[in-house]
C-alpha cells in the first residue's frame, strides 16, 4: 500500500506537470582539493560576490532561479555590466517564470555591454501541454555562480532584497568543484585538477525530475547512526524520506528540525505543521526559529557529512525543479556545520505534542492542502 501511494505520487506529477519534459539529473564525481566557506548573512554574500566579480579576468557564469530588477539586483547586473565591458565573458541563465513584471530593459542592459542572456523558458519553441507544466509549475531553482571556472557560490540565497534581509545559508567554494559546478549548465566545461593542500571532498548533485537528490537524502538518512540535523523553510516532505526519517529516529539516531516560525507562503505552516504529531510521535524533535526568516535549506550528519543547496524538503524540490546541493565529506566541516545548528536551536523554540493538532477551520483547510499535497 505504501509503495502503491508513493507510485500513484510520482505518477500524477508527471501527468499533470512535466508533459513533454524529459530532464534528469546526476550524481558527479567527488572531487578533492576544495576550500569553502560558508555564508550565513545576505549581506556577506553580497559583498563577497561583488569582489569575486570585480576580480573575474576571464569569465563570470550564473545559473539563477530568481535574479530580481531590485536594489540588490540592479548592484549585481552593474558589476557585471562592467566586466562584460572590460572584455570578460559574462553569461547568465535565469527563471524568467520568477519575476514575470522586472522590465525588459533591466536585461538589455546586460545584452547591450556585450553580456549573454538568456531565459530558462523559451515560450515560442513549447507546445501546449509542454507550456503548461513548465511555465507553472517547473522551475529552474538553482543558485549558481562561477568565477574564472575557479570559484563557485551556491545555496538558497537569491539576489533579491529579501534575501538580504533573511536569515539563510550560502557557500564559497575554489576548487575543481566550481568547474563541476559550472558543468552542470555548461557541459563542456573542463573539470580542474585538485588545489593543493585543500582539504575538502565534495560531491556535485543535481536533481532534473529524477530521485538522484532523494536517493542521496535517503541513503544518508539510512547510514545516519548519532545524529541528523536538518534545516529547511518549507516542510512538505516525499512519503519516502518520512519514512527514512523515522526509521532513523527508532533506530536511536538524534534527528531534529528547525524551520521558520512562520513561513513567507502562509499555506506552507499549515502543511508543515500538519507534520508535526507524526514526527514528535516518532521521536523526531522540531524547533521553530522565531527571530528571523529562516531561508536555509541544509543537513549535516554524524560529524561526517554536510549538504547545502538549493533544494527544499518537498515534494517540487526533489520531483519538479531544477536543483543543487554540494555533498561536503570532512569531519570538522560537518562538526561546525553540527555547532552552527545547535546555536540557531538555542534560538528557536521546541514544539510540543499536542500543539500543532488541527482544530477549528484548520481541519478541513489542512485536509484540502493535503489532497494537492504532489504540487508542494
Given at each position: 500500500m505504501y509503495l502503491c501511494s508513493v507510485d500513484m505520487k510520482r505518477l500524477s506529477i508527471i501527468l499533470l506537470l512535466c508533459i513533454g519534459l524529459p530532464l534528469w539529473g546526476q550524481e558527479h564525481a567527488c572531487t578533492d582539493g576544495n576550500r569553502i566557506r560558508i555564508i550565513h548573512s545576505g549581506g556577506e554574500y553580497l559583498s563577497s560576490l561583488l569582489e569575486d566579480i570585480s576580480s573575474a579576468r576571464e569569465s563570470v557564469e550564473m545559473e539563477y532561479y530568481w535574479f530580481s530588477s531590485d536594489s540588490v539586483g540592479r548592484v549585481v547586473r552593474d558589476a557585471l555590466i562592467q566586466k562584460a565591458r572590460e572584455g570578460v565573458r559574462v553569461r547568465v541563465l535565469f527563471d524568467n517564470m520568477v519575476t514575470p513584471f522586472a522590465r525588459t530593459s533591466f536585461y538589455d542592459a546586460l545584452r547591450k555591454a556585450g553580456a549573454e542572456v538568456r531565459y530558462v523558458h523559451d515560450f515560442s519553441k513549447?507546445?501546449?501541454?509542454?507550456?503548461?507544466?513548465?511555465?507553472?509549475?517547473?522551475?529552474?531553482?538553482?543558485?549558481?555562480?562561477?568565477?574564472?571556472?575557479?570559484?563557485?557560490?551556491?545555496?538558497?540565497?537569491?539576489?533579491?532584497?529579501?534575501?538580504?534581509?533573511?536569515?539563510?545559508?550560502?557557500?564559497?567554494?575554489?576548487?575543481?568543484?566550481?568547474?563541476?559546478?559550472?558543468?552542470?549548465?555548461?557541459?563542456?566545461?573542463?573539470?580542474?585538477?585538485?588545489?593543493?593542500?585543500?582539504?575538502?571532498?565534495?560531491?556535485?548533485?543535481?536533481?532534473?525530475?529524477?530521485?538522484?537528490?532523494?536517493?542521496?537524502?535517503?541513503?544518508?538518512?539510512?547510514?545516519?547512526?548519532?545524529?541528523?540535523?536538518?534545516?529547511?523553510?518549507?516542510?512538505?516532505?516525499?512519503?519516502?524520506?518520512?519514512?527514512?526519517?523515522?526509521?532513523?529516529?527508532?533506530?536511536?539516531?538524534?534527528?531534529?528540525?528547525?524551520?521558520?516560525?512562520?513561513?513567507?507562503?502562509?499555506?506552507?505552516?499549515?502543511?508543515?505543521?500538519?507534520?508535526?504529531?507524526?514526527?514528535?510521535s516518532a521521536g523526531i524533535g522540531v524547533f521553530l526559529f522565531d527571530d528571523n526568516y529562516d531561508h536555509t535549506k541544509t543537513f549535516v550528519c554524524d560529524d561526517r557529512l554536510a549538504c547545502i543547496g538549493s533544494m527544499n524538503l518537498d515534494n517540487r524540490s526533489f520531483y519538479i525543479n531544477k536543483e543543487v546541493a554540494l555533498f561536503v565529506y570532512d569531519a570538522p566541516f560537518a562538526s561546525d556545520m553540527a555547532r552552527y545548528f545547535r546555536r540557531i536551536q538555542e534560538d528557536s523554540y521546541p514544539v510540543n505534542p499536542g500543539e500543532s493538532i488541527a482544530r477549528g477551520i484548520h481541519k478541513p483547510y489542512r485536509a484540502f492542502l493535503r489532497a494537492l499535497d504532489p504540487l508542494f
Open positions: 513549447m507546445g501546449p501541454f509542454r507550456s503548461l507544466g513548465s511555465i507553472f509549475m517547473m522551475r529552474d531553482h538553482r543558485k549558481i555562480v562561477v568565477i574564472d571556472k575557479q570559484i563557485a557560490y551556491t545555496g538558497g540565497m537569491n539576489l533579491c532584497e529579501e534575501s538580504v534581509r533573511w536569515k539563510d545559508t550560502q557557500v564559497r567554494v575554489e576548487g575543481p568543484a566550481a568547474s563541476v559546478l559550472l558543468s552542470t549548465f555548461r557541459p563542456e566545461t573542463e573539470i580542474l585538477a585538485a588545489e593543493e593542500g585543500a582539504p575538502l571532498r565534495v560531491q556535485v548533485i543535481t536533481s532534473e525530475r529524477d530521485a538522484s537528490m532523494e536517493n542521496l537524502y535517503i541513503r544518508a538518512l539510512n547510514q545516519a547512526k548519532d545524529y541528523f540535523y536538518i534545516q529547511t523553510p518549507y516542510f512538505c516532505p516525499p512519503e519516502n524520506i518520512l519514512a527514512a526519517m523515522k526509521a532513523a529516529s527508532a533506530r536511536g539516531v538524534d534527528v531534529r528540525i528547525i524551520l521558520p516560525e512562520r513561513s513567507d507562503w502562509g499555506f506552507m505552516n499549515e502543511i508543515s505543521r500538519d507534520h508535526f504529531e507524526d514526527l514528535l
